[in-house]
């Protein structure tokens, strides 16, 4: 007995779920204006809305055009291995995607088509584990369920005049099990850097050798790709007094709720005196007006939202600069309590 699915030709994924997408994507717009407006010589602005439109739809038709190269599956096997191969190239282009510079209408269009996609990926990453154990109806129930979910993009990239990026069919295959082989879909590029000098001058330093665990909480260093997006993003003006000469982060995730943090720390050139850090953090805090210098836990710093909606705390010792990015104000607490509990020196 066969059953029918159907793979989609054009998809873009994201590296993480939604959410740790967005707390990372954050932690690199944070950071692109940390030796700018941290230090006075102003912020990048964002996209024009036809330059958004023309950068998007040029990402949608490469990573279209990449995706009809994959090979039509003929059974349950090569299924796996065929949507292992839509996740591995979906991956890259929705990280394009989502670094977009956009802004006002521009950015609703963008922030609500990676949403879309990262529903319709759900689904995607299904049907690898359907057909990585040959559950034929499951890889027919989340072939469809996936399409349905992609169809959702339609009316969002129309809108926005994203015409490359509307969802234009797919083929439709046989997917009986003919043997029991399975793909290995581990994210490629999940090896975190130790030491690394980059082209921005800053170095990535991995975090996870310097940062004594805390109870509650697992974290572990940023991959390479990440990595170089984060310390490429750094580069420093000749003329800001203050720079960055290293970095690094950690993807904190906690055992209990799962919810994920993202915590960024940066070498200064300098050590600031108590005035340069109230500048440096309010050059941080940007506009948010719900900026609130407190104590969290045993750390002095300053709490705030970032213009995504993310809750953050910000804090200057000596010559590091820390900074946690997540979801709400309760995740980010328990992580810089639980980090700082265990590494006072920092």
Request: hydrophobic share 40%; glycine share 8%.
């Amino acid at each position: 007995m066969t059953s029918q699915t159907t793979i989609p030709d054009q998809h873009i994924r994201r590296s993480r779920q939604v959410n740790a997408r967005r707390v990372f994507a954050a932690g690199v717009t944070l950071v692109l204006t940390l030796s700018a407006t941290a230090c006075g010589s102003g912020s990048k602005a964002g996209l024009s809305s036809s330059d958004f439109v023309k950068q998007a739809n040029a990402i949608c038709t490469d990573v279209r055009a990449q995706m009809k190269a994959v090979a039509a599956p003929k059974d349950v096997a090569g299924a796996a291995t065929a949507y292992g191969e839509l996740l591995k190239i979906s991956q890259a282009g929705t990280d394009k995607l989502a670094a977009l510079n956009a802004s006002g209408d521009a950015k609703t269009t963008r922030d609500n088509l990676v949403d879309a996609i990262d529903a319709a990926n759900t689904q995607l990453k299904a049907a690898v584990k359907a057909a990585q154990a040959k559950d034929e109806a499951g890889l027919t129930t989340a072939g469809d369920a996936y399409s349905a979910k992609l169809q959702k993009l339609t009316p969002i990239a129309t809108a926005g005049g994203l015409t490359e990026c509307v969802p234009q069919g797919g083929a439709t295959t046989d997917t009986t099990p003919v043997d029991t082989t399975t793909v290995d879909t581990t994210p490629a590029d999940t090896t975190p850097l130790d030491t690394t000098a980059t082209s921005s001058g800053v170095q990535y330093v991995d975090p996870t050798s310097l940062v004594t665990a805390w109870d509650g909480q697992t974290f572990v260093s940023l991959n390479e790709k990440d990595a170089k997006a984060l310390t490429d993003s750094l580069a420093s003006n000749p003329s800001d007094p203050v720079k960055v000469v290293a970095a690094g982060a950690l993807d904190v995730t906690d055992t209990a709720s799962k919810a994920e943090t993202l915590v960024l720390f940066f070498e200064l050139d300098r050590t600031l005196s108590d005035s340069d850090v109230k500048l440096f953090l309010g050059g941080v805090v940007g506009k948010a007006t719900d900026a609130n210098y407190t104590t969290v836990g045993s750390t002095a710093g300053v709490t705030y939202t970032t213009p995504d909606g993310l809750s953050s705390f910000a804090t200057v010792h000596a010559t590091t600069a820390i900074i946690v990015i997540g979801q709400d104000s309760g995740s980010v607490t328990t992580t810089v309590t639980g980090l700082f509990a265990a590494n006072p020196t920092l």
